[in-house]
T-cell receptor, first 111, second 115 residues
Framework: GQQVMQIPQYQHVQEGEDFTTYCNSSTTLSNIQWYKQRPGGHPVFLIQLVKSGEVKKQKRLTFQFGEAKKNSSLHITATQTTDVGTYFCEISSGSARQLTFGSGTQLTVLP | GAGVSQSPRYKVTKRGQDVALRCDPI?????LYWYRQALGQGPEFLTYFNYEAQQDKSGLPNDRFSAERPEGSISTLTIQRTEQRDSAMYRC?????????????FGSGTRLTVV
């Protein structure tokens, strides 16, 4: 099946610092989704990226899809304590929606 | 409904018993997905439906697991002869259309414990 590597597994930042998580696949992806999951909560959909080289912004969050559609990143500028949680990517490739989640990056923001 | 509703929220069952987990997606959502999530890990895809048709069940661990969505709305995930390794959070998500362009909404999940 498909595999996706997500790094780092954990990230501790001081409030106000930036944060980035990366997802990498060995295969070309159809699209990639990003989610945020707060402790004890359920995954909340953030965005879907479809096009090669696509960049999308949501306030302090910037999402990128690589030119080869094999990698993606989520960058948070000037983190806040409300950004705490685990960020997951989810990939699909091929005609069938075989959905695979990354292992997640757990973000801790220190006040 | 306003969100994806899953029931029960918690289920404790004895090993060997069958369980049925229910998912009520957002009204009008075409696609419905089932995942399983172990503590500290990302959700693991199980199966999904477009309308009433099961599109992909490659993620179901074995033939004790089955799912249906007979009328293209509510879905049931059934686990027969439960085993302790089946203990996990089972999550359901739905999307307005098949591409997921408008996003996916997850329910709060069913925490299954097999004792």
């Amino acid at each position: 099946g498909q595999q996706v590597m997500q790094i780092p597994q954990y990230q501790h930042v001081q409030e106000g610092e930036d944060f980035t998580t990366y997802c990498n696949s060995s295969t070309t992806l159809s699209n990639i989704q990003w989610y945020k999951q707060r402790p004890g909560g359920h995954p909340v959909f953030l965005i879907q990226l479809v096009k090669s080289g696509e960049v999308k912004k949501q306030k302090r969050l910037t999402f990128q899809f690589g030119e080869a559609k094999k990698n993606s990143s989520l960058h948070i500028t000037a983190t806040q304590t409300t950004d705490v949680g685990t960020y997951f990517c989810e990939i699909s490739s091929g005609s069938a929606r075989q959905l695979t989640f990354g292992s997640g990056t757990q973000l801790t923001v220190l006040p | 409904g306003a969100g994806v509703s899953q029931s029960p929220r918690y289920k404790v069952t004895k090993r060997g018993q069958d369980v049925a987990l229910r998912c009520d997606p957002i009204s009008g959502h075409v696609s419905l997905y089932w995942y399983r999530q172990a503590l500290g890990q990302g959700p693991e895809f199980l199966t999904y439906f477009n309308y009433e048709a099961q599109q992909d069940k490659s993620g179901l661990p074995n033939d004790r697991f089955s799912a249906e969505r007979p009328e293209g709305s509510i879905s049931t995930l059934t686990i027969q002869r439960t085993e302790q390794r089946d203990s996990a959070m089972y999550r359901c998500a739905s999307s307005l259309e098949v591409t997921g362009h408008y996003g996916y909404t997850f329910g709060s999940g069913t925490r299954l414990t097999v004792v």
